[in-house]
């Protein structure tokens, strides 16, 4: 079946950095588009940042560009999201999900664009 397993979650004070990972299993990595979101206590889930296919194309939401970074390792079948320069606003569960076999040139920032799920790992950022 398919797995989405994410990984690197923690604590960390202001400023400081986290790299998340997540391994996908059970479908082709390489052609899929992956994406990362967050939820925060009590809010909705927020998009972050997407990766094409390739890896050619990302896209990240307002709140987070030039501090976060998205890449994607094919041979190792897993996304990464380089966080750096953390605020507390940033606490948050975060999530990578997968857009299966999508190879299109839009990238998803809805949620409805992505069809598996990672279990959630959290981020506190403290102050």
């Known amino acids: 079946q398919v797995q989405l397993v994410e990984s690197g979650g923690g604590l960390v004070q202001a400023g400081g950095s986290l790299r998340l990972s997540c391994a996908l299993s059970g479908r082709s990595f390489s052609s899929s588009a992956m994406g990362w979101f967050r939820q925060a206590p009590g809010k909705v889930r927020d998009f972050v940042a997407a990766i094409s296919w390739s890896g050619g194309s990302t896209t990240y939401a307002d709140s987070v560009k030039g501090r976060f970074t998205i890449s994607r390792d094919n041979a190792k079948d897993t996304v990464y999201l380089q966080m750096n320069s953390l605020k507390p606003e940033d606490t948050a569960v975060y999530y990578c999900?997968?857009?299966?076999?999508?190879?299109?040139?839009?990238?998803?920032?809805?949620?409805?664009?992505?069809?598996?799920w990672g279990q959630g790992t959290q981020v506190t950022v403290s102050s």
């Open positions: 999900a997968t857009a299966t076999y999508y190879r299109g040139s839009y990238l998803f920032t809805e949620e409805r664009g992505y069809d598996y």
